[in-house]
């Protein structure tokens, strides 16, 4: 299986600043198939990034994906207050569809 | 719109089986895979399986191979996710999820049903 690292495994910012979040890959990610997830309590994740860096319909520029290979990133740009949640990564590249354990964004 | 209906919440004895119902709505079922994915409270998700509703075809997650049955009613829209020898670290939320067209991710997930194991 591809084991996915995300990195920090929290991150506690300001409104107005610029979040990071990093997914290492085990080994090389198929046709770059990597997708980013927004997850809020209560609720299924939201796609937010598929292709490592396309925006899936209706989510803001501020969110960029990039990133080839084994090592990919999220960039959350202008952060506000509802950008507070739990994001994971996701591989699409080779079965099983494996996920990161997450990163827990905190807006201060 | 596209909608993914799960069935309700579910409470089972160690050693138990539990089936999980996911029923489309607003596209045709065959036109699809369904996957399933799990999620142990304070945990990352897992991807269990997916079926082909087309043809039954199914590719499961080497974890769950041998404990968990994918199967689907094309007359109802509706795929099953079947659980069995539960024990208590399978008490989680499950999802049924699709992707869209071109679209290499979960675009449209269903409520998600929680399965608690528990003696």
């Known amino acids: 299986d591809i084991v996915l690292t995300q990195s920090p495994d929290t991150l506690s910012l300001s409104p107005g600043e610029r979040a990071t979040l990093s997914c290492r890959a085990s080994q090389t990610i198929n046709n770059n198939y990597l997708a980013w997830y927004q997850q809020k309590p209560g609720q299924a994740p939201g796609l937010l990034i598929y292709g490592a860096s396309s925006r899936a319909t209706g989510i803001p520029d501020r969110f960029s994906g990039g990133g080839s290979g084994t090592d990919f990133t999220l960039s959350i740009s202008r952060l506000e207050p509802e950008d507070s949640a739990v994001y994971y990564c996701?591989?699409?590249?080779?079965?099983?569809?494996?996920f990161g354990q997450g990163t827990k964004l905190e807006i201060k | 719109q596209v909608r993914l209906v799960q069935s309700g919440a579910e409470v089972k004895r160690p050693g138990a089986s539990v089936k999980v119902s996911c029923q489309a709505f607003g596209y045709t079922l065959t036109n699809y895979h369904v996957n399933w994915v799990r999620q142990v409270p304070g945990q990352g998700p897992e991807w269990m399986g997916i079926?082909?509703?087309?043809?039954?075809?199914?590719n499961k997650s080497p974890k769950f191979q041998g404990r968990v049955i994918i199967t689907r009613d094309t007359s109802t829209s509706t795929v099953y996710m079947e659980m069995s020898s539960l024990r208590s670290e399978d008490t989680a939320m499950y999802f049924c999820?699709?992707?869209?067209?071109?679209?290499?991710?979960?675009?449209?997930w269903g409520q998600g049903t929680l399965v608690t194991v528990s003696s």
């Open positions: 996701q591989q699409f590249g080779t079965s099983p569809y494996t």
């Open positions: 079926i082909n509703p087309a043809d039954g075809n199914t």
């Open positions: 999820a699709r992707v869209a067209t071109g679209v290499k991710g979960f675009v449209y």
